[in-house]
């Protein structure tokens, strides 16, 4: 019984502890406009909440760029895997950055933060295809009053490799956290669940071409393991049948093989770790162990704001011309090419 469960996959997908969200992004923008918006009408669209699939793509809560002006968090981790496309980060502590094309940023809440999360259109000769994970990984009641703070794993820094079968078909493995055998991921944000590694947590995203037969590595029976099938035909877990668009809860200290019976790629998210077996009580973006805690983060948001916001606007985004940056809270600053 190396599956133990198989469910198809909802909005938002089902996760298991230490995990609370994760959700699946794909939208097929157009080309963008001098505003960084879609170069289209938005006539029929409930702009400030546009979740519904039209002309190949949504606005969220984005009235000019799409995305997610301003809001709050507190007591848990985002982990933003952006796959295509661009992310404009704005927060309360005067941070800021650009991200996408692979990059990935590990953002820890903590005691309380405000961010906004736009999606530039940058292109305005051709389309804006656009893609990301985001991801909630809770934080134990030691860490959830921890300062804010936010890491980019940049593409060029996140481990791929490559792993052949037997009929020499390589698929491709992407390790956002976590290790695989002996590669292993960059270090996440200092507080996280994830920095120890003996919490086992891992994040893979998974590729294999057609046919091709891929074996994952171990962990121990105590942790949780979940496999989402996003994209393909056909998977087999130990020979046990997967639909598409489905998730596999697995044990984790089980062998498992996986096998695309399918004609196309078969694409995988995994996320795996150590329960925190805690209580866990939620309000929107309010993540923690009591009742009481979540009221007090509601009326210390009401009065601080998590630290104002030092933006002119609720939905800012970068200057066009620039390209991949991280500006932190301290004042240093990243970039790349």
Known sequence: MAVKRIAPLGFPWA???????????????????????????????????????????????????PGFPAHPHRGFETVTIVRKGWVDHSDSLGAAGRFGEGDVQWMTA???VQHSELFPLLRQDKENPFELFQIWLNLPAKSKMVEPHFKMLWHDTIPEIIVKDDKGLSSEIAIIAGKWEDTSAPSPAPNSWAADDTHEVAIWTIKMPAGATL????????????????????????????????LA??????????????????????????????????????????????????QEYQVTQFGGWPWSKPDPVHDKARGRFAQYADGTEETRP
């Not at 406009?33 to 190949?56: E, Q």
């Not at 949780?224 to 877990?237: A, D, M, Q, W």
């Not at 044990?251 to 995988?268: D, I, Q």
Request: proline residues 7%.
């Open 15 to 65: 996760t298991q502890d230490p995990f609370l969200f994760c959700v699946h992004h794909e939208d097929f923008y157009p080309e963008g406009n001098a505003d960084m918006g879609p170069d289209t009408s938005l006539a029929g669209r409930n702009l400030g909440n546009d979740f519904t699939i039209k002309d190949g793509f949504r606005m969220y809560h984005g009235e000019t760029v």
């Open 110 to 112: 903590g005691k309380g």
């Open 215 to 246: 074996q994952l590595p171990v962990a121990s029976a105590a942790a949780h393991r979940t496999l989402y099938f996003f994209k393909g035909e056909g998977l087999t877990i130990n020979a046990r049948s997967i639909p598409s668009y489905h």
């Open 249 to 298: 809860e697995v044990e984790a200290e089980a062998p498992l093989t996986l096998h695309n019976s399918g004609a196309e790629t078969a694409e995988l998210l995994l996320l795996q770790g150590q329960p925190i077996n805690e209580p866990v009580v939620q309000y929107g973006p309010f993540v923690m162990n009591t009742q009481q805690e979540i009221r007090q983060a509601m």
